[in-house]
Every structure is written in C-alpha cells, then in structure tokens.
C-alpha cells in the first residue's frame, strides 16, 4: 500500500533522461542462496559438535533464491518487486555482499552504497561517535576514509550534540539517521535501496530523499525494492519480479509492473473470499447457539457471546485491510 511518504520519493520529471553505458555494472549470474533451517535448538558450541559427531542435527533446506541471474549496465536502474517472501531483500543483501551465493556468482563494479538495515551493525555500548567507525568498517570503508568524512556525517545526521551518548539511548529514528548518513558518505556508483527511506522526522527525510535523488541525477547504478508500482515505474526503466525466489517476468519497468498489479489483484481477492468465508462460519455458529438458547429456554453465556464477537471483529478487521491495500495498489 502505497502512502504519502512513498510517493514523496518519485523524482519530480517522472521520465528523467537516465545516463547509460554499454559497461556492466551488476551481473548476477545463475545465484542461488540455500538456508538450512535447523529443527532444534542448540545451545552452545559444545552441544553442536556432539550432535554433529552423532549425526543427530537435522535441517530443513529453503531456498530462499534459485537461478536467478540478469545484468545491469551502468546507469540504469533496476526495480524488484515482489509479495513478502519472494527473496527481493535477500536479493539485495547478495548483491551487497552480505550473504554469499550457495551456487552461482555476482559480480559488481564500482563503490556500492547498500541502504539496506540501517544501523544493523552498531553496537549499543559504543557512542555515536564510535559507531560511526565501526559501522563504516563493517561496510568496508577504511578508517582514514571515515575520519575524512567524520564532520560531513555528524552534520548530515543532525546529532552533534549526542554524538558522545551511548547509542544505546539513542531512539530508533536517530539510529536510522546515523546509519543513512554513514551509507551516504560515497559517492556511490551502485545504489542498493530497501523499500521506501523514510528516515527521522519530516525534515530530514526531505533532505534524506534530496541525498538519493542527487545519487540518481549523477548517473549512479539503482536496485530499488518497493511494493509500490508507482515509484517503480517512475524511478526504474527496467524491473525483474520475484515469487518464492525466482525471477517469473522480467523487462521493461511498465512491463513487469502490470504482471505484478494483476498478480497481487488475485492475491487480494483469494484473501477477501478466504475472510468471507471465516465471517459466514461464525455467523452460522451464532445462529446455532441463539437456536439452542431458544430451545432450552437457557441464555448463552456472556463468555461465548464475547468469544464469538471477538472472532467477527477480528475477521472485519482483515477484510478493512485487504481493501485498503487493494486501494493503495490502484492509486
């Protein structure tokens, strides 16, 4: 469901010229990640290596992706779209380097710049100003860099007066503004976007988003992950979509864009059937106990009367839902 926010991001020229080349910038070559997830827990290390010993560990497999390749040639930009769980983050955590394919290759060109989980490796202890080192080293800048580049992202985050405070009393939003300012400090030439930025308050997201589009106008490579339709067609030339883990169309933004419109128009109406269903068992269920309570002349108590309201406003509740996203997705 798309929402004010989102829309804030689309480029004011909604067709901008985009700078291409005939260089490679992204190639992902036959990649598939394979996850293995453990059916018991294990407590120590030591618990791990005996069970392993005895061959008593047992996993299940999940592919989370499979055989997905496509190239990305410099300038252009890329939208994945998908329905939750069809591996568009784990895409872009693969591209970004933080997860390594089980089978095939990915080969990227130039300084990347992942604004994936913003803040996912600061560590709480540390103050802002140590994080800033240490999450600079943990996306693979060198220290003298990050020295160089101190200044310009303790201003850009707005924090110079908590810089010294453990980050552990730090509030979500100026974790996330740390963390975007530290990910922004290159000059990026593949720029890898997670869903929607929406960082801090009203004012720094409107100069967080300026920071993007300045990004795209220098000619930079995009991977950009939205459920909405609108920012992808007007950001992207090209898209790919997912569904549990492999590319089923992939072409022009516009293209790929309508496949996935009618995709999750299905999806919302199988969801809606599914809840009338849910709504018409309960319905029938009150009518058997007030045919009951008629018959014995005996009241229904106040507890199943509450249980079986509850079940119907839970159940309203979701159908509320399933039409607000089905009106998000056609705005």
């Known amino acids: 469901m798309s929402n004010q926010n989102e829309k804030n991001l689309v480029p004011t020229e909604t067709e901008d010229t985009l700078i291409i080349s005939d260089e490679i910038a992204v190639k992902v070559d036959h990649v598939s990640i394979l996850f293995n997830l453990n059916k018991e827990g294990v407590d120590s290390f ?18 989370a992706l499979t055989d997905v390749s496509f190239e990305l040639k410099k300038g252009e930009r890329l939208g994945i779209l ?3 769980g069809a591996g568009k983050s784990t895409l872009l955590k693969t591209i970004a380097g933080v997860l390594k394919p089980y089978e095939g290759s990915v080969t990227v060109k130039g300084v990347i710049a992942p604004l994936l989980e913003l803040g996912a490796g600061f560590d709480g202890q540390y103050t802002g100003k140590e994080n800033i080192f240490l999450y600079g080293s943990v996306m693979g800048y060198s220290r003298d860099f990050i020295a160089s580049k ?8 707005e924090l110079e007066k908590f810089i010294d405070v453990p980050l552990k009393n730090y509030s979500s939003g100026m974790k996330a503004r740390l963390g975007f300012a530290i990910a922004t400090a290159v000059e990026p030439e593949v720029l890898i976007l997670d869903e929607v930025l929406s960082v801090g308050d009203a004012k720094f997201r409107a100069k967080s988003e300026k920071k993007v589009r300045s ?21 992207c030339n090209k898209a790919i979509l997912l569904e549990h883990g492999k590319i089923i169309a992939q072409g022009t933004a ?6 996935y419109e009618e995709k999750t128009s299905k999806t919302l109406e199988a969801q809606m059937k599914d809840a009338v269903k849910d709504l018409n068992k309960v319905k ?46 056609t705005e």
Do not use: C, P
Not at 220 to 234: E, M
Not at 306 to 311: A, L, N, P, S
């Open 215 to 235: 990004m795209f106008d220098k000619g930079v490579t995009v991977l950009f992950v939205s459920h909405s339709v609108d920012q992808v067609k007007s950001i």
């Open 46 to 63: 030591k618990e791990y290596m005996i069970k392993l010993l005895k061959r008593q560990l047992h996993y299940d497999e999940f592919w």
């Open 284 to 329: 029938n269920k009150i009518a058997k106990i007030n045919e009951a309570a008629a018959q014995t002349g005996e009241g229904v108590s106040a507890k199943v009367v509450k249980d079986v309201q509850v079940k119907v406003d839970d159940i309203n509740k979701e159908l509320g839902k399933a039409r607000e996203a089905g009106e998000g997705e």
């Open 150 to 157: 101190y200044d310009e992202i303790v201003k850009f985050s």
């Open 254 to 259: 516009e293209e790929v864009a309508a496949i």
């Open 82 to 84: 998908g329905l939750n």
